[in-house]
């Protein structure tokens, strides 16, 4: 069974970091484009980053661009999402999701995926 599993959330202040992970269970993350997306209660979900499968590439949305970093460790079938200078409004659930590629791609759109991960909240507030 192909399976994402994150972590790392968590209640913060504003200007705090978290880090979370995304732990690929049932596959080698090694084949697959990853990407963290991001839903706000009442609100779409959006692309907030995403990593190719060597790491080559990578993308963030503009409201990220600067504070969050994404990186991948094959070896421990992971990738992370560094979260620095958090904002009230970064608050949300966060999903990450893979699909398999051949070529050396990501993309922040969400039909570009087919694994999804259950969530992890993060929380900033004072």
């Known amino acids: 069974q192909l399976q994402l599993l994150e972590s790392g959330g968590g209640l913060v202040q504003p200007g705090g970091s978290l880090r979370l992970s995304c732990a690929a269970s049932?596959?080698?993350?090694?084949?697959?484009?990853v990407g963290w997306f991001r839903q706000a209660s009442g609100k779409e979900r959006e692309g907030v980053s995403c990593?190719?499968?060597?790491?080559?590439?990578?993308h963030y949305g503009d409201s990220v661009k600067g504070r969050f970093t994404i990186s991948r460790d094959n070896v421990k079938n992971t990738v992370y999402l560094q979260l620095n200078s958090l904002k009230p409004e970064d608050t949300a659930i966060y999903y990450c999701?893979?699909?398999?590629?051949?070529?050396?791609?990501?993309?922040?759109?969400?039909?570009?995926?087919?694994?999804w991960g259950q969530g992890t909240q993060v929380s900033v507030s004072s």
């Open positions: 049932g596959f080698i993350l090694d084949y697959y484009a």
């Open positions: 990593i190719s499968r060597s790491g080559y590439m990578n």
């Open positions: 999701a893979a699909i398999r590629k051949v070529s050396n791609v990501c993309d922040l759109s969400i039909s570009f995926y087919g694994i």
